[in-house]
């Protein structure tokens, strides 16, 4: 299962597939709404030490 970027994205990308269903939007704009709706895990995910890395360097720049 696919991971939606937001609730609403998940709503929308519903009503779509359901006007997909009754021959109301065509499988080319379907596919263009599933990357529009979906998140890349792959691209998503940051690993922790990464994260913590960025913050540290966000905090001492705030300090300066």
């Known amino acids: 299962m696919k991971k939606y970027r937001s609730e609403i994205s998940a ?4 009503a779509a597939k359901d006007l997909q ?5 065509d499988n080319d704009s379907m596919r263009e709404l599933d990357n529009l709706c979906h998140t890349d895990e792959k ?6 030490s990464s ?6 360097q966000e ?3 705030l300090s300066m």
Do not use: C, N
């Open 51 to 56: 994260t913590k890395r960025a913050l540290s």
């Open 21 to 25: 269903a009754i021959g109301l939007m």
């Open 43 to 48: 691209k998503d995910f940051k690993p922790f």
């Open 59 to 61: 905090s001492v720049a």
């Open 11 to 14: 709503y929308i990308h519903e």
